[in-house]
């Protein structure tokens, strides 16, 4: 009977623990001083502007718009390459904002604002072959107004060895916007093997005897 008892006990413990997901921080990168932003790096495809860090109020910042009139940019603030392979339902998440209010919202229907993924930056990103990360919560009511993108899939095609990730900023002449953003995270669930499972069940078995 004892024994019966321990194969239900093994049973049942073998079913919380896959039931259960082990939610992990993989990068946390804040964007408030140089030591966060360092681990990005800045890459100006066009215009004199650039990506840049904000100390005094905690954000790291791009904006189109200099002595007195709007210029064409596109910049790209790039992570440090990350490994991903042993990790799954990968979430990538961040805070930003725009502004000022006459152009909180410039660009949004163009695309101006987004972020990418790859498993193989060559260094140029315009040879470099780009996922975008789809469903970032644009909807900022007022000029910074700091919101969350939301929640945003990581596909399983950029969960790789070496994968990075990347915002990508543009403005026109005619038009511009500060884009302002802090807070970068992704989170990912690790993999549970059999042998894990396995000790974690009997020590549970052990301590009820």
Not at 46 to 51: A, E, N, R, V
Not at 182 to 208: A, S
Request: some cysteine; charged content about 15%.
């Amino acid at each position: 009977m004892k024994k019966l008892n321990q194969f239900f006990l093994s049973a049942f413990f073998v079913l919380i623990i896959n039931t259960v997901n082990a939610q992990v921080v993989l990068f946390d990168e804040s964007l408030a001083d140089y030591a966060s932003f360092n681990n990005f790096t800045a890459v100006n495809v066009t215009g004199q502007q650039s990506w840049f860090c904000n100390i005094q109020y905690g954000y790291t910042l791009m904006n189109g718009y200099q002595n007195g009139q709007s210029h064409e940019n596109e910049d790209w603030l790039i992570t440090s390459e990350l490994n991903l392979e042993n990790y799954n339902n990968l979430l990538f998440s961040f805070d930003h904002t725009r502004g000022p209010t006459s152009v909180v919202n410039v660009g949004v229907a163009q695309g101006w604002y987004k972020v990418f993924a790859t498993t193989d930056y060559t260094g140029n990103v315009s040879t470099t072959q780009w996922i975008e990360l789809t469903g970032i919560n644009h909807n900022i009511l007022g000029a910074w107004q700091w919101v969350s993108s939301g929640e945003l899939v990581i596909p399983e095609m950029v969960k790789s060895s070496s994968t990075r990730f990347a915002f990508r900023y543009m403005s026109d002449n005619s038009e511009s916007a500060t884009w302002q953003i802090k807070n970068v995270k992704i989170t990912g669930e690790t993999n549970l093997n059999d042998d894990t499972i396995f000790k974690i069940t009997t020590w549970n078995v052990e301590h009820f005897g």
